[in-house]
């Protein structure tokens, strides 16, 4: 299969290295799943200095060596091989120019900026983050500059988290979802029909936790290779080999943790479906985190707020938690599962308002790396768009601009790639159903496998091959297109809120 | 303080690899408390890689060079500067003097030799161990010839764990102790009283867990740089930014969980106490594993085994298991507490016959590396020592000479540190008693603080400046001296068992 003579001696440089990853990324998890309050300070400097290392393992001058030899070769290569050198290639290119003064005060700036973002939420306090959010996103400007892509430094971002894409792919694709999505919403929430989520109180912990590891086992998850834990963010970390999900419990909101869960399971299915024995490589690789998104959200909306799935689970809901449920009925429970309502927080948001909640990052974003918005007037700003694109405008800094994490690891042009994942959700679940027409009947069986089969077939087992607009059409025939997921969300809410 | 210009150069050095090593810990607790069941392919990956890192920063060629500046200095460098110099040639010496291949069929050899020992002990198969133990031998007398010490290669070992310790002080030690030791522990076994262990039942975890967590707080454990979790085997890990404990639970057995959690407190205090900005270095670093075990024997026995500690704790424990005690008086917990019993196991022994167990042994390594003693010859020598130290002659290898794990990994000369920390215990206990003749009833009223405080002072702030006789005779004015440890089993004994 891999068949040059210098892929082999790639492959073995990029082992290390991958092992080196892998331990940042346990460090990474045991930092929000066990550290204790005052150990930071150690786990920063550890982090500091195994990023050094895998900088070190990545710009190993023999690559360039190895990475030319491939290159001369191209056309003699397989397409398995070419994935490898080309992505070796982008590895080698950002480990190489960037200096390793830049690499360590990133990771340095990192770790700090973390904590002063917790403590700025905290305090409702913008103008205590915003010194690290400058710092942030001056260094991905330099970084991009390093990679001489100083140009466009936002496109760069955006290329770290969905190889290929750019702003404006992204702007185009936004800018019809936003014409749709704005009246939409507007329409569900302005519905009498409403959700009553309020009268699920005092679901249990322990309960709730058996509950949701025997749904996430059921659509797949190997616990023999990973694990759930309890972390403040719901999260996926880890690979193939040991794949470590977080979720959050509170008793009096019972949907957040089981679907934080499924989500995180989404992901988790996609990581634990990565070919185990190429994790080092590109053919073991996520594409992308828009990629990623769809299937944490095919799994999340599609397949777990459907009828289906509670026709198999809701029995098994109500014996878990007979008096708390026993004030609702199954439509009740199914509407409660697809509440639509106004709310300030990303996370907290439902399926159809959260893709307003990302447009309104992006254009931030935009703004920031322009130069047309300054970090100061942020708070501002980002009051004002919420008000027009989601219709509300938060009470608080907290409940505003300092909600997401995101910006204080400097993760800029992050946040498009939910709303891609929702999108590319959506145009999957099309093509499944025109090739599986009665998919739906399995749910109501609790029968996941052909789902999962068909996701292992068509996704995961080609890592990072195609690029996401190619692996896209490849799939679905057609490259990423809005008009799915406005016919998705109109096919589940307008039914149920009219 | 340290003033000598090449020591920041060398301390420079040191921290990255402390970082490593610090990095090698935790993946280590991550694999006893988190690895899912079929992830440890992975893990050992991860460890190699990182442990030829932690080596590359180890025998960097460049602190050759700054040891020999220091070294030409000796005269000039302050006792911290000596401390630290002396410790890293040893570290610099044993890094760089044992060849690659050595290494490399070292590694190899523990990973079979492991597995081997799983098997073996399993199946009652000394047999199939034999030939990886007389390969461990091998190799344990090679290593100790590469680094210049063929002519004693026990004592090369010994000194691997206890810096300065010898097989001949050990021998004198240990032979005083064993004349008074076998006829206490045969008068105490033949006592008419006995305890009533097994009337304790059906502690349920979660109190159990919280319980001990209310003891191991108030005896000064910081949570808030800590943590303990639950593992196969109890053990104390990490250092003193993030000390990782762990614990085990049984229902029927709640002493066990309760005494191992206040063990490894011991090792946890001891660690937290090393001065936390010298970690890198010999300064913030434990002296040895001798004076590492005298720490978790202090607060084990002489504090946690008290009247006094009991009269604190105990109406807290009835609060929390009010109806699993309602049988026992005060009289018959303490003695619970305080219960002697023939074991064929070492891990399960009571603080009296358990130095029995590590005198066995001492002898056995002792003459292994003699060569008066083969390999072949260790069951049937083990089961008639075993009768003449401690009195059973164990029914199978698997309660006898398979029980330990330590041979397996080549780790001989560890045994003689867990009776020597015993040992130091009590003689660290009676000059406390000097010094502070009302210090028990502090225990009385929850307070531990005096005795920590006086260790922070003695023992835990010096970090390895003093080697293990020179901190003990620093300390109470004398070497190492067993009568302090019969005198205190004969003190508390007695009484209990006549």
Redesign the interface.
């Known amino acids: 299969m891999l068949e040059h003579p210098s892929i082999q001696a790639l492959l073995e440089k990029q082992?290390?290295q991958h092992?080196?990853a892998?331990?940042l990324s346990?460090?990474g998890w045991?930092e929000q799943v066990?550290?204790?309050?005052?150990?930071s300070?150690?786990?920063g400097?550890?982090m500091?200095?195994?990023s050094?290392?895998h900088h070190q393992f990545g710009s190993d001058p023999s690559i360039s060596g190895l990475l030319k030899a491939l290159e001369a070769d191209w056309s003699q290569l397989n397409d398995q091989e070419q994935a490898i050198v080309k992505n070796s290639r982008k590895e080698f290119d950002r480990a190489t120019r960037l200096p390793t003064d830049y690499v360590t005060e990133k990771a340095i700036l990192d770790s700090e900026a973390y904590h002063a973002w917790v403590n700025a939420r905290e305090n409702d306090d913008f103008a205590a983050f915003a010194p690290f959010l400058k710092r942030q996103l001056e260094m991905a400007k330099r970084g991009a500059e390093f990679m001489g892509r100083g140009g466009d430094p936002y496109d760069y971002q955006i290329d770290l988290f969905d190889p290929g894409m750019t702003a404006q792919t992204i702007e185009g694709l936004f800018t019809t979802l936003k014409e749709e999505l704005v009246p939409l919403s507007r329409e569900i929430l302005s519905s009498p029909v409403q959700a009553k989520n309020e009268q699920l109180k005092a679901f249990s912990v322990d309960k709730q936790e058996a509950f949701l590891k025997e749904v996430t086992a059921k659509l797949g998850f190997?616990?023999?290779?990973?694990?759930i834990d309890v972390a403040v963010h719901p999260f996926c970390s880890g690979?193939a080999?040991?794949t470590r999900m977080t979720t959050r419990f509170h008793e009096d909101v019972p949907l957040d943790s089981l679907f934080s869960s499924i989500h995180e399971t989404g992901h988790g299915l996609y990581e634990q479906g990565l070919p185990r024995d190429q994790l080092h490589n590109a053919l073991g690789q996520a594409v992308g985190m828009g990629i990623h998104e769809s299937q944490s959200r095919l799994w999340e909306n599609q397949v777990s707020r459907s009828r289906e799935f509670w026709q198999y689970f809701e029995p098994k809901y109500r014996e878990a938690f007979p008096e708390q449920l026993s004030s609702l009925s199954s439509d009740d429970l199914y509407l409660a599962v697809n509440a639509v309502t106004l709310c300030p927080i990303r996370v907290d948001s439902d399926e159809v308002t959260y893709n307003l909640h990302i447009i309104l990052r992006f254009e931030l974003e935009k703004m920031l790396f322009s130069g047309e918005l300054e970090v100061d007037e942020l708070p501002d700003t980002w009051n004002r768009l919420s008000q027009e694109i989601i219709g509300l405008t938060p009470t608080s800094n907290k409940a505003g601009v300092l909600q997401d994490v995101h910006w204080s690891g400097g993760m800029f042009g992050y946040f498009p790639s939910y709303c891609l994942g929702n999108m590319i959700a959506a145009q999957l679940w099309y093509t499944l159903l025109e090739e599986m027409p009665d998919l739906l009947s399995d749910f109501a069986r609790g029968d996941f496998s052909r789902l999962l089969g068909w996701l292992r077939d068509r996704i995961h087992q080609h890592g990072k091959r195609y690029e996401t607009q190619d692996l896209v059409k490849r799939v679905t025939g057609d490259k990423i297109n809005p008009k799915h997921l406005i016919q998705y969300l109109k096919d589940r809410y307008k039914p149920l809120y009219q």
Chains 1, 2 share one sequence.
């Open positions: 082992k290390k092992h080196v892998s331990v346990l460090l045991d066990n550290l204790p309050p005052k150990s300070d150690q786990r400097q550890q500091a200095t195994l050094e290392v190997d616990y023999d290779r990973g694990r690979n080999c040991d």
